[in-house]
Structure formats: structure tokens, C-alpha cells
């Protein structure tokens, strides 16, 4: 069942268009991710959802009921919505425990029972109930912050780029600790954000909204894997788009001949590889070869930028362990099946060379070498 229904929701300021024909469904104890990069509209759906503001067509249903519409708005209070903002969301002059039980009725506050178990859920030692908001880290009033919205049991959870103001080491425990929460508590929860690690990591499903308009709802895998633009790709992660020719399950392209992955379209394509697919290994044989021109090194993993015989350069990702040498010539070869984009000719002929391509996103010159590697 749907917790929360979205169908065909549109707002303007003004003359902006602001949201866009919106339509999501988000089951009931789950966690969606809305990925958008700034001002894609991401903190006005949200307002919509509160009841903060009225949108000017479709609907919200909220557990089965219709809390927005243009004829109907609901007012915040009766949504049976917990917040979750920012930063900065607890009173500070009051303790732990006052700030969890703050939005429940009168008699229910003064009963402290429910605050150790929601201290608990969301990984807090019982003990913080009488300390003061400031005796405790970003990450920790964050996870207050949740407790205090779980408190009244509400229908839908709503969180706004809640871990943007912890720094890194904080980010990435906070995170689970508020995963488990939602989930032990099995809470249905829409969290926004414009980080894409933090959407594929967080969300069961993860929807992007771009300029107003939702632009693809998937799994975080099928987000990943088979994006649904070039552009879309490079937005949620390095994407390395190499013109090729598919069919028959395979694409041929500068790197060979490879695997697509299925339903993927024929003919003239752009082939899309992920940085941690292409393997280096020791110059030779028929695979396509290259000359290592840089090496940026994180540890863990490392970045190769990589020539490769034609002048074209791509960037690879390797385990940090396995890391090359600046000038070291290598082999290359890719690993797993790859998505493909059908190619935008006319759009490349009339733009002269970029078709449509993202930002960043590294395009690969067609040339004649392409045909005489991997086949
Ligand atoms: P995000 O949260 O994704 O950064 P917002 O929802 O805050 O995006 O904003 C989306 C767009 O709507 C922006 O262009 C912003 O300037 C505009 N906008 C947001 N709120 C208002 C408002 N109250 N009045 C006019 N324009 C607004
Ligand atoms: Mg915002």
C-alpha cells in the first residue's frame, strides 16, 4: 500500500513553474531519496507535503486520505506529518527529553516513558534525556531531531538535506543510525537531498527531480546501471560515454566489443561505462591499449586518466592497491554488461560534435581505430 500518494502535482510562483506534473507513490515503511541538484524545486515539494503551501494541480493522498489538492488543503497540523529539517531544529533551552516529547499532547508529555525507547531507536544512550542540546554533536541532535518527529507516530516522515551541516566522519554514522530508526520503526519517509552517494545509499527508491520534473524512480542499482539519459548518468556518478554501434546484445565500441545489458537500443549509440569497470592490466595482447597520464590517489580506490592509442583520453577506477604508474603502458578491459543511449545525430550535426552530452561527462571522438580492437 501507498503512504503516500503523489499524482500529476503541479505549483507555480508567479509565472515559474516550479513543479511540474509530479507523480509518486512511496510504500508504506519505505524510504525514497528525492535527488535534485539546488533549486530543482526539491524544499517546495516538500512545503506542499507539509501544507506550508497550496499547489494549483493534482493531489497529495496522505495514508489514503486527500490532504491537497486545488479545491483542498488540509491545514499542516492535521497532516500527521514528523520534520525533520536542516540543522538547527531542537530548542535549546530545553533538555533531550523536553524536545522529544514537544509535539505530543499535554498528557502524553508528561509521561517520559516513550523517550528511552525513541533515545534507543535512534541509538542514543538513555542518559542524553537530561542533557541540553548543545552538550551534544551535530550528528547527535540530528538524531534528536528524528526522535522527536517519530514521537507522535506520524503517517510520513519528511527529511530535508538532513545531514548536509555534519561534517564527513559524523555523515556517514548519522546516516545509519537514521536509517535504522525509520526502519525499526517501520515509517514511511521522504528524504530530499542533492547528494547522489547519500540518495543511493539511504533510499529503496530513489526519484530525481530536475528542473521541476521528475526524471526518473528507480532502485538505486537501476538508477546506477541504466540511468535514463546520458545526462541523467553523469548526475548520478562519473559516466563515461563512448560512441558505438549496437546490436545483437553487444556494443562495439573503443573499448571493444562488450555486453549490453538488456533492452537496450540498436544501431548508432553512446555507451555508457561506469569509471570502476574498465580493468588496466599489463600491456599486451589484443586489448585495446593505453599510456597512464595521471593518477589521483584516495587509498582506497584511485583515478587513472588514461590515453588511449587514437589520443582520446578516459578516466578508469581502480582499487588504491593496484594503483599505476604515471607513463606505464597498460591493457584495458571492462567488466560487466553496459547500458547504451541511442545517439542524438541530428542534435550532434546541429550543435557541431556534442550531442547532447552532459557536462563533464567525457565523449570519445569516433574513430576508425574503433572497429580493429576486441572483436
Ligand atoms: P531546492 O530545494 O531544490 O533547492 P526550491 O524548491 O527551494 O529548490 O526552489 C525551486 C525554485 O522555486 C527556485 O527557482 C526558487 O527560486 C523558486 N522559489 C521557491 N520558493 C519560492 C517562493 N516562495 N516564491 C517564489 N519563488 C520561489
Ligand atoms: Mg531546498
Known sequence: MSELKIAGLGKHFGKQRVLDNITLDVGQ????????????????????????ERCDGGSIHIGGRLVSSPDVHLPPEHRHIGYVPQEGALFPHLSVADNIVFGLPRAERRQRHRVAELLEMVGLPASFAERAPQQLSGGQQQRVALARALAPKPALVLLDEPFSALDAALRGETRQAVAAALDASNTTALMVTH????????????????????????????????????????????A????????????????????????????????????????LQPAGGSAPQAEVIDVSYYGHDASVRLMLADGSLLAARVPGHRSPQPGQRVSLSVEGAVACFAAPQQAQEASGGRGGLPAGATRLQHSPALFRHGS
Request: hydrophobic share 45%.
Open 195 to 238: 547528494d547522489q552517494a547519500e540518495a543511493l545509499t539511504m533510499g529503496s527508491q530513489v526519484a530525481v527531480l530536475w528542473q521541476g520534473r521528475l526524471l526518473q524512480v528507480a532502485s538505486p542499482q537501476t538508477l546506477y546501471q541504466r540511468p535514463a539519459s546520458a545526462a541523467l548518468a553523469d548526475f548520478v556518478g562519473d
Open 29 to 52: 515503511g519505505s524510504l525514497l531519496a528525492l535527488l535534485g541538484p539546488s533549486g530543482s524545486g526539491k524544499t517546495t515539494l516538500l512545503r506542499l507535503l507539509c501544507g506550508f
Open 240 to 279: 563515461i560515454l563512448l560512441p558505438g554501434e549496437a546490436g545483437n546484445g553487444e556494443a562495439l565500441c573503443l573499448l571493444g566489443r562488450l555486453p549490453l545489458l538488456d533492452d537496450m537500443p540498436q544501431g548508432a549509440v553512446n555507451v555508457l561505462l561506469r569509471p570502476e569497470q574498465i580493468c
